[in-house]
């Protein structure tokens, strides 16, 4: 947990609006507990839905449960958010990756050439604001993506940036098991 209090204070679920509630006990019954981070996205049911909205549609797209953590992990660490750091480190494992592969993505790099790809793109992304060179593109692509793929990165850097800058400014309490910066 994290030592310092929310700025943001996440909602009380069992007195929450109706609709936030059904929200988040159908998070709740899906993965097993209601987040702190989606507590306090609760703040706003529209931040709230429309992030389980564009990650549930991302969910359906082409990146792998575990593409889609090396992401997470790569702008996580970039953005210096330990909050998601912490839960995608956990998700991660639970998607498959191991913990090279999991520290891997963090740097911005892989063990394969696909992974290396992926997490250097979102990387990139991140740190650059979408700004990429035409060789950094090109590598990516080389790597076996199409454009589909760029622009689904693209998302899942806007998703993950969502909630980076949502747990910085909340300083939200971690409830997942602490990784270091």
């Given at each position: ?14 007195t ?7 929200t988040?006990?159908a ?20 931040a709230?839905d429309?992030?389980?909205g564009?990650?549930?549609?991302l ?13 997470a ?46 997490a ?7 740190s650059?604001?979408?700004?990429v060179e ?14 589909g ?24 309490d ?8």
């Open positions: 947990m994290s030592s310092n209090s929310p700025r943001i204070s996440p909602i009380d679920v069992a929450a609006q109706p609709d936030v509630r059904a988040l006990d998070v709740k019954a899906e993965i097993g507990m209601v987040p702190n981070l989606f507590k306090t996205l609760a703040q706003s049911p529209a709230l429309g992030y389980l564009l990650s549930a549609t969910g359906k797209g082409s990146l792998t449960a575990a593409q889609r953590e090396i992401v992990l790569a702008v996580g660490q970039v953005n210096r958010c330990a909050y998601c750091l912490s839960a995608h480190t956990l998700i991660g494992k639970g998607a498959g990756l191991s913990e090279a592969a999991i520290e891997a993505a963090r740097r911005g790099t892989g063990s394969v050439p696909a992974d290396a790809a992926l250097a793109f979102a990387h990139l992304v991140a650059h604001r979408g700004v035409d060789e950094e593109l090109a590598a990516f692509k080389q790597a076996g993506f199409d454009d793929a760029v622009l689904e990165v693209i998302a899942h850097v806007a998703l993950n940036t969502l909630t980076n800058y949502a747990n910085h400014v909340a300083k939200t971690i409830d997942f098991p602490a990784v270091t910066l």
